[in-house]
């Protein structure tokens, strides 16, 4: 098997194989083989990939194995054949020393380009009496697409004609006069460098309209974000479309937390007595399985001098039409969720606010 060791940090992708589902794309070599009754699972986040496998028959082992398509030259016959030519390179013991034979439940963790396509294979097999892997059954395969570096890997709606984004993985900051987002997202400097002017942010996140809609015109928006607290950094967590909460962690959502809409004046308010930031609190491996299933945060980083940790100020890439000196942010707290500065678009373009850059799925 290749290995490639990453240099770039990239995350949080998780798609499922299922046994009742189809194949996606094209199976290499056009062959067409059959769903085989377990799930394939992966997840990436900065630097790393995990595999699951989940068999029907837990006794059963698996062989499985990785490679990028632009890479790996891709079989023109049998995929079969292909597979047990690759196998046949050593024996069985080999590669079970080299976890490339597992049980049903087991895991493995690898290092991975972003931005690169890549196939997996696997398949049942049982050892030989020539001590070789055998295959039993059909080979399963799936077809995925890395992340750019720096990128979270959660699926974002932010229009009513479904645009897409991606989140970077942390704020945008300014070192040596080139701007770079943080590799984690709970980092975050209070010495200036985190802080734009609007014509520096306008450049590198969504539009008000995108934000509000992010918020407010997403099926269930009002569950799909909380206030909440990541190694003791207070902020807020914002849901992927497809969330899926990991088994063992907890998220009450602003819906549960009683938030309500105030039409009138464009935010989402708690009672005044709730302290939203100690509702969902996470470790930093709590934090990597939140990441694993796509949540943003956002740090409240405050403004430029002031609030650090208690309130968040992010920029909207809009202007105010009918006054050149202002433009869109919004803002939260523990109990709320503010939006209607960013709707009305008023708020002075030399405010020293956080930016969150994103990139549109293609």
């Not at 987002?181 to 609007?198: I, L, P």
């Not at 942010?329 to 969720?337: H, R």
Request: glycine content about 8%; aromatic content about 18%.
């Amino acid at each position: 098997m290749k290995k490639f060791l990453s240099l770039f940090a990239f995350v949080a992708i998780v798609l499922t194989f299922a046994a009742c589902g189809g194949n996606d794309g094209n199976v290499p070599g056009g062959e067409e083989p059959k769903v085989q009754n377990f799930q394939f699972k992966i997840e990436m986040r900065p630097t790393k990939m995990k595999f699951i496998v989940t068999p029907a028959n837990y006794s059963k082992k698996y062989f499985w194995w990785y490679a990028p398509v632009e890479r790996d030259v891709e079989p023109t016959g049998s995929l079969k054949n292909y597979v047990e030519k690759y196998m046949a390179q050593h024996d069985y013991a080999y590669w079970r020393d080299k976890n490339m034979i597992l049980n049903g439940k087991d895991e493995y963790t690898d290092d991975m380009y972003p931005n690169l396509k890549y196939v997996v294979y696997a398949c049942y097999v049982e050892k030989g009496e020539d001590g070789y892997a055998e295959i039993v059954g059909d080979i399963e395969y799936k077809e995925f697409v890395t992340v750019p570096e720096f990128t979270l890997g959660g699926e974002f709606t932010v229009n009513n004609e479904g645009k897409k984004v991606h989140f970077r993985s942390g704020n945008l900051y300014l070192s040596e006069g080139f701007h770079y987002n943080h590799s984690h997202q709970y980092d975050y400097n209070t010495d200036g460098s985190d802080y734009f002017k609007w014509p520096t942010a306008s450049s590198y996140t969504l539009s008000a309209d995108e934000w509000y809609y992010l918020f407010r015109g997403r099926d269930r928006a009002d569950e799909l974000f909380a206030p909440g607290t990541v190694k003791d950094v207070h902020g807020l967590i914002i849901l992927p479309d497809n969330w899926q909460r990991p088994d063992d962690i907890i998220f009450k959502t602003a819906k549960g937390l009683n938030f309500s809409w105030l039409e009138d004046q464009k935010r989402y308010l708690a009672p005044s007595s709730l302290n939203g930031y100690e509702e969902n609190k996470y470790t930093e491996n709590d934090w990597i399985k939140m990441e694993f299933a796509g949540a943003v945060f956002l740090p409240a980083e405050g403004y430029y001098g002031a609030a650090n940790n208690i309130y968040g100020w992010y920029w909207s890439s809009t202007a105010n039409a009918g006054n050149g000196e202002m433009a869109g942010a919004f803002s939260f707290a523990t109990n709320n969720l503010i939006l209607d500065i960013l709707v009305y678009r008023n708020r002075p373009k030399t405010s020293l606010y956080s930016v969150r850059s994103f990139l549109e799925v293609k």
